[in-house]
């Protein structure tokens, strides 16, 4: 039987998604250990993409209460020509930009709830997935896309996908240059969820245009952890693989975003649940705990930790708690910027 409440909110739950484990036993779980050439390789990743232009080609907008949406064209490593969606704020200034990010759903319409109103936002679709980029650049099905090009760490998805979020940062730069009255430097923040949460964590750490993030039940972290263990997300897939393939290992740990957390240097909302058969919590709060290391560390992160009561899942007390994660992302936004100007 499931630890109460569980039982009763899920009652025909596959697997226990607490894993065993109660808050101060995630509060333990360290992300993993980091593999010669991490920080290396990510850095020249990174190095790399800041020297694509982005090439923007821009739609017409659409007023959505508040902003002006519109649909862009960008330019990503390799040639590869994503789409995403460009929301402006239709009166008053902008004092910071925002990537982001998504499931692994994909997204079918921006959405504003973590959203200051004095943001514009880039909402980039990861390759291969709906609705804008749906089979291009890798499979639309996401038990095929999180193993694409998992036979190397310089073709696999995540580390792609994550690259490709300092593409769109690039983006949303370079369509603001030409807009009157936006400030010479804007600082930019992230906010990802689940697949998002994870590829944000990957990304941000290397790239000193984000000044902050949100990373809300993020994946792809402690794969120690993850890959011991079934759950009915994107990580079963790969767990699966892996007991086929140990050589693949190799590349999850490059890719782990547990580690790439420890080089976090801005100040980093991350949002765990104690409950989750999608994302198994271990590993989200491997990312937390990742972040929490880097401010031991005096790297400039600085963890602010929000639990929720069950991830991936509807369950009593959620609009409450998800109404006050939107909230303090806007703060923390907020606060982030502060600190940088």
């Known amino acids: 039987m499931l630890p109460a409440p569980y039982d009763a909110w899920f009652p025909d739950s596959p697997l226990d998604g607490t894993y065993g484990r109660d808050r101060d036993g995630l509060l333990a779980v360290p992300p993993a250990a980091e593999p010669a050439g991490f920080a290396d390789l990510w850095r020249s990743w990174h190095a790399e993409a800041r020297t694509v232009a982005a090439d923007v080609v821009a739609e017409p907008a659409a007023r959505r209460g ?9 330019t990503a490593a390799g ?13 008053g200034p ?16 921006p959405s504003f709830e973590r959203v200051p109103r004095d943001a514009a ?13 749906a089979g291009v650049g890798a499979p639309d099905v996401s038990t095929a896309h999180v193993l694409a090009g998992i036979e190397d760490v310089a073709t696999y998805v995540l ?13 949303l730069q370079e369509a603001l240059a030409g807009v009157a009255g936006m400030p010479a430097v804007l600082p930019l923040y992230y906010v990802g969820t689940s697949f998002g949460g994870g590829v944000g964590a990957l990304a941000v750490p290397w790239d000193d245009r984000f000044v902050g993030a949100t990373l809300e039940v993020p994946s792809f972290g402690q794969y120690d952890e993850r890959l011991a263990v079934r759950c009915t997300g994107s990580g079963e897939s790969q767990r699966r693989y892996v007991a086929e393939h140990p050589e693949a290992r190799a590349v999850l740990a490059l890719t782990d975003a547990s580690v790439a957390a420890t080089h976090l240097r801005v100040p980093t909302r991350v949002e765990c649940a104690l409950w989750d058969v999608h994302v198994p919590p271990p590993g989200q709060f491997g990312v937390a705990n990742g972040v929490a290391a880097a401010e031991r560390a005096g790297t400039g992160a600085e963890l602010e930790l929000a639990v929720h009561s069950a991830g991936h899942a509807e369950y009593p007390g959620q609009a409450r708690e998800l ?7 806007r703060a923390h936004v907020a606060r982030a910027v502060a600190r940088a100007t």
């Open 66 to 74: 508040a902003r002006d949406v519109r649909v862009v064209t960008f």
């Open 323 to 329: 109404a006050d994660a939107f909230a303090a992302t």
């Open 79 to 91: 040639g590869l020509r994503l789409r995403a969606w460009l929301a402006l704020p239709a009166a």
């Open 121 to 133: 936002v880039i909402f980039p679709v990861a390759r291969g997935l709906g609705s804008l980029n």
């Open 159 to 171: 580390g792609r996908c994550a690259v490709d979020l300092w593409h769109a940062a690039s983006a």
């Open 94 to 109: 902008v004092r910071v930009g925002i990537v982001h990010g998504h499931g692994y759903g994909g997204r079918d319409a």
